[in-house]
């Protein structure tokens, strides 16, 4: 296998300080790890790196695996380094990994791992294993390398490093989707933004498993009762996609192989929804807000993926909103209104900003109107308040409050005929 000396490693990777992965690599001989390795992007890149000399490497942080407890591990290295050097933010027991802070330096470690996904879709059963077969459970074959810091040899069971050099990616089981559905997802992610297509195989995986649909959750369902990688873990691929810089062509990617049906057939078929997601960020709505928004039935979906509370309310202003304009739609009302009574009507609604905006986004047939709301007459207020009122003379009560909506919603219509 293809040698990566660690120096060479540091001097690639200009943030790393010198001797950082022999000093790794120490503590992990001290704590009795069998062995250490490099994975994941900084893998990746140093192979592309190796093809093309004036290709450049931009670091995040730095992900080892060990054969071996990352707790025991940490405390080898606090040793080592001592404990100002070292900053533990997170431990997760159930997985054994750990994520530190060296010299400034992010670095996440995991115990190497064996899944089995005794229910597809579910979270998997956890074991501890070696590298070579941590490396087998991935997803890609472009992630399923690793250099190993005893020998420097690059571990590479399924020809990741072709993969890389031809920019083309794949699956490493015929069951990955199956298994976990959430890979259709970060396929996506992957592609667009290493610019890598994913093979015929993959594509006719991902098309055939969505059609069969395996698994024993379906759309339409409980959403309570809907697997990890249908809910929760899918949300969080696909708010991890949609803040991604490259989330418009991760998501022309999923419609081209069928890939949105895992959320939604709206979603699927839907030629603009790039585009609509588009001009509701720019009005700074979520992107995932807006995406689910766009589905068949948005508040189905806000639940099944387990959408905080404010994002759930927006979507619940949304569609209360939708039915109150499509009742004025069938019966045509609306055409003779004023203004005035276009604020009336939509400020008794009392529905989130932002849940108008979704509907403006939506190509609502009465969207004019909304936006000439949202924009201009809202922003209208009375010419003469309260305290005006009360020096003329008006007595403290509730016509003060009538007179002044009164007033504003003359001037509203007399704007509007400016």
């Avoid at 200009?14 to 503590?27: H, Q, V, W, Y």
């Avoid at 949105?260 to 709206?266: M, Q, V």
Wanted: charged share 30%.
């Amino acid at each position: 296998m293809e040698l990566f000396d660690k120096s060479k490693i540091e001097q690639e990777i200009r943030e790393l300080p010198d001797g950082i992965l022999t000093t790794l690599l120490d503590a992990a001989v001290s704590a009795n790890i069998n062995s250490i390795a490099i994975v994941g992007g900084i893998v990746r890149d140093l192979i592309t790196k190796s093809k093309n000399k004036d290709y450049e490497i931009i670091f995040n942080d730095l992900d080892l695996i060990i054969e071996g407890e990352t707790s025991i591990y940490v405390k080898e290295l606090q040793k080592v380094l001592g404990p100002k050097r070292i900053k533990v933010i997170r431990n997760n027991t159930t997985y054994k990994t750990s994520e530190i802070i060296i010299n400034g330096i992010k670095v996440d470690i995991a115990s190497a791992r064996e899944e089995a996904y005794p229910i597809p879709g579910e979270n998997p059963i956890v074991e501890s294993s070696t590298i070579k077969n941590d490396l087998i459970r991935r997803d890609f074959n472009i992630n399923s390398m690793a250099i190993e810091l005893k020998s420097n040899k690059l571990i590479d069971l399924f020809s990741g490093s072709d993969a890389i050099y031809n920019k083309k990616m794949d699956f490493l089981h015929e069951s990955s989707v199956l298994e976990d559905p959430t890979r259709i997802i970060r396929a996506s992610r992957y592609s667009a933004k290493l610019d890598f297509s994913i093979s015929n195989q993959a594509i006719r995986q991902i098309r055939d498993t969505l059609n069969r649909w395996p698994w024993n959750w379906h759309i339409g369902d409980n959403t309570d009762l809907a697997p990890s990688a249908l809910s929760i873990r899918l949300k969080m691929e696909v708010e991890l996609l949609l803040k991604s810089k490259y989330w418009k062509d991760s998501l022309k990617k999923l419609q081209d192989w069928g890939g949105l049906k895992i959320l939604d057939s709206n979603l699927q078929s839907d030629q603009r929804l790039i585009e609509k997601i588009f001009i509701a960020k720019k009005s700074n709505i979520e992107a995932l807000t807006a995406l689910v928004y766009e589905s068949k039935n948005p508040i189905y979906l806000a639940k099944r993926l387990h959408l905080d509370q404010q994002q759930k309310e927006i979507i619940e202003g949304a569609c209360q909103l939708n039915k109150y304009l499509e009742h004025l739609t069938d019966s045509a009302l609306y055409k003779k209104w004023s203004p005035s009574k276009w604020t009336s009507f939509l400020e008794e609604i009392n529905a989130n900003e932002s849940s108008f905006i979704l509907e403006i986004c939506k190509e609502n047939p009465l969207k004019e109107y909304l936006k000439s709301w949202l924009y201009n007459w809202k922003h209208i207020e009375s010419p003469i308040k309260g305290d005006d009122l009360l020096a003329k003379g008006w007595p403290p009560g509730p016509a003060i409050g009538i007179e002044i909506k009164r007033q504003r919603m003359k001037l509203i219509d007399e704007k509007h005929l400016l």
